[in-house]
């Protein structure tokens, strides 16, 4: 038998006596060897209170890398920078508990505690560096027109709506859904935002589905296919598709009126957001503004911001940068809302000039004056 199956004082059963009075007993108390369910339910019991206890202790490290894998390529990105296994990973994600005792597993799967506690080490300083790199990145000036797109996709999500962004280039409108994904993003046990960009090669229902799948998924596979989608998104999650301008283009367009359906069956919110071709008549097919989208626009609530950044977004970047003057931001203006040929405008504009000044100061700062300098350079006039 077993060394640790050991003898256990005698526990009287239901309806038995106590054997309180030693004197009157007809024997002392006695010891007994545990039932096989009594030893079998004891090792559970132990085995369940070690691995909650690992589980505890890992927690604070695996929802903060949980929260951060909800952003597009960073579950991959994170194994590139930590030379975790994927499989190691993901079990971190689905609080799969350590083995207790060291023993061989399958690629990937942690064989030890020790293992354990050395990934978990890992990913602590992995964020600590990700903190870091997030707080030094420029980010994104807290301009009008970004706080006016970030309030359409809180409403989006609050309310499970079915909004359709349209903007023009560099005013902010993929920021904005970063913002809100980092805020409140989506998790396996809680509903939130999730962002997914479309790319040139989902241009078939079957590929955008999958596309979508995995990301919300956090990259690994699964069920397929139409109805997966509707059972992995759920009431409180808003799904942005970013790049939407090409769900015109996916299977003859019919990718929009699945994007409606998923929206109707799912009680989830969904928001595309697109550059101006997703007006007809504006450089592609389109989607807003086409009578073979009547069922989907009648649904959708249509937010144009093809006009662009305003004098106001210019001033609030200008402000965030640190800068002032009626000069600068005369030709600033200039510069983001009246691009020359081969200029997108907008603020992204502001953000290459700047950093194109900051290449040439060879490490000094940045001031008004030497924007004044490149900005005539450009030919830039107010």
């Known amino acids: 038998m ?34 096989d369910q009594e030893y079998y339910d004891r090792k559970i019991a132990q085995r369940d209170a070690w691995n909650s206890q690992r589980l505890a202790e890992a927690e604070p490290i695996v929802a903060a890398v949980e929260k951060r894998c909800h952003q597009e390529h960073l579950f991959m990105r994170i194994l590139v920078e930590t030379g975790l296994h994927e499989e190691a990973l993901r079990s971190l994600l689905q609080r799969t508990p350590p083995p207790e005792q060291p023993t061989v597993m399958n690629a990937g799967q942690f064989r030890s505690v020790a293992a354990w506690n050395e990934a978990l080490g890992t990913l602590a300083n992995w964020l600590k560096e990700d903190a870091r790199q997030r ?5 994104h000036a807290p301009t009008p027109t970004l706080r006016a797109i970030y ?27 970063e913002v809100l994904v980092e805020e409140r993003p989506r998790t396996p046990s809680q509903p939130g935002a999730v962002l997914v960009e479309l790319r040139s090669e989902d241009n078939t229902v079957p590929k955008c589905i999958e596309t979508v799948l995995r990301r919300l998924r956090y ?66 097919s389109g989607i807003v503004d086409n009578d073979l989208y009547g069922a989907f626009l009648n649904r959708a609530e249509v937010h144009d911001f093809t006009k662009g950044n305003t004098r106001a977004d210019v001033e609030a970047w200008m402000v965030w940068k640190g800068f002032a003057g009626k000069a600068l931001v005369d030709k600033l203006c200039a510069l ?47």
């Not at 707080?135 to 980010?139: I, L, T, V």
């Not at 040929?341 to 000094?364: C, D, H, I, N, T």
């Open 151 to 177: 309030s359409v996709l809180v409403e989006a999500m609050d309310h499970a709506l079915l909004p359709v962004i349209i903007g023009s280039y560099g005013i902010g409108k993929s920021y904005a859904a």
């Open 2 to 35: 077993n060394g640790d199956r050991m003898l256990l004082e005698m526990q009287p059963r239901a309806g038995e006596n106590t054997n309180a009075d030693a004197a009157s007993a007809p024997f002392p108390n006695v010891r007994r060897r545990m039932t």
């Open 219 to 284: 990259d690994s596979r699964g069920e397929g296919g139409y109805a997966a989608l509707c059972r992995v998104l759920r009431p409180g999650d808003l799904l942005i598709l970013d790049e939407a301008q090409r769900l015109a283009e996916c299977s003859g367009g019919r990718m929009v009126e699945v994007v409606r359906d998923l929206w109707k069956d799912t009680g989830a919110g969904v928001a595309l957001i697109g550059n101006p071709v997703m007006k007809k008549g504006k450089g592609g």
């Open 336 to 382: 983001a809302l009246k691009p020359s040929r081969g200029q997108f405008g907008g603020l992204r504009e502001l953000e290459k000039l700047f950093a194109e000044v900051m290449r040439r100061s060879a490490g000094e700062s940045v001031t008004a004056e030497r924007l004044l300098d490149a900005l005539k350079l450009r030919g830039v006039r107010s």
């Open 135 to 139: 707080k030094s990145a420029p980010g």
